[in-house]
């Protein structure tokens, strides 16, 4: 699974989102974005962007996860979605 960065008309602003992600997936993004360890790399990822968790369903393996970002900084932005990335692809 690979995501990439699209427009959310709704709420005008960009966003990832996970469909029909397995629960592990799941949970690793969320943890990605709510990591509160100021020492760990992530915790910046998510903070220069302004990453928001704004949607979270977690049913087996068909979770979906919808991340915002609350600020409109392209290479912030492409930081944190290359290390979503890397993390899903380290699940396997």
């Not at 008309?9 to 709510?34: F, G, N, P, S, Y």
């Amino acid at each position: 699974m690979q995501v990439k960065k699209e427009w959310s008309e709704m709420h005008q602003q960009w966003c990832i989102q996970l469909h029909d992600c397995t629960k592990e997936q799941a949970e690793t993004v969320r943890a990605i974005v709510l990591n509160n360890w100021t020492t760990d790399p992530d915790y910046w990822l998510a903070k220069n962007c302004g990453a928001f968790l704004q949607g979270y369903v977690v049913e087996d393996n068909h979770s979906w996860v919808l991340i915002e970002f609350w600020k409109n900084d392209a290479g912030a932005i492409q930081k944190f979605i290359d290390r979503v990335n890397e993390a899903l692809r380290e699940l396997g």
